[in-house]
């Protein structure tokens, strides 16, 4: 089995390192992190992740907007949204996005994710 290559994207380090830890232990290989939209573009660019772990609310471009330039690329890589906010809080901009899903930052596990992306 060849194990998913993730970049988390997220704000808050302490968030990323446990997101790292979690997902690692659940087999997923985190290639590395990103602490803003628009460095979130630089490493798509430079390390092909097959996986975004985007955070909505980031300084600069926000989640959507990323997500949004990471679907006109020709190799777009699984995109899904993270938020310490429930799904609700954004209405139908969730629904509307390019992305594979949506998980509230507390539900975030390998399990969870395996399960967004089929």
């Given at each position: 089995?060849?194990?998913?290559?993730?970049?988390i994207?997220?704000?808050?380090?302490?968030?990323?390192?446990?997101?790292?830890?979690?997902?690692?232990?659940?087999?997923?290989?985190?290639?590395?992190?990103?602490?803003?939209?628009?460095?979130?573009?630089?490493?798509v660019?430079?390390?092909?992740?097959?996986?975004?772990?985007?955070?909505?609310?980031?300084?600069?471009?926000?989640?959507?907007?990323?997500?949004?330039?990471?679907?006109a690329?020709?190799?777009?890589?699984?995109?899904?949204l993270?938020?310490?906010?429930?799904a609700?809080?954004?209405?139908?901009?969730?629904?509307?996005?390019s992305?594979?899903?949506?998980?509230?930052?507390?539900e975030?596990?390998?399990?969870?994710?395996?399960?967004?992306?089929?």
């Amino acid at each position: 089995m060849v194990r998913k290559r993730v970049l988390i994207v997220d704000d808050h380090e302490t968030f990323r390192d446990a997101a790292r830890d979690l997902l690692e232990a659940a087999g997923f290989d985190v290639v590395g992190v990103a602490a803003d939209g628009l460095q979130a573009l630089v490493e798509v660019e430079r390390l092909m992740p097959d996986i975004v772990l985007l955070d909505i609310q980031l300084p600069g471009l926000d989640g959507f907007a990323v997500a949004e330039h990471l679907a006109a690329r020709a190799s777009a890589p699984d995109v899904v949204l993270i938020s310490g906010r429930d799904a609700v809080t954004y209405g139908a901009r969730v629904g509307r996005a390019s992305v594979v899903g949506f998980l509230s930052k507390r539900e975030l596990n390998g399990a969870s994710l395996a399960g967004l992306l089929g």
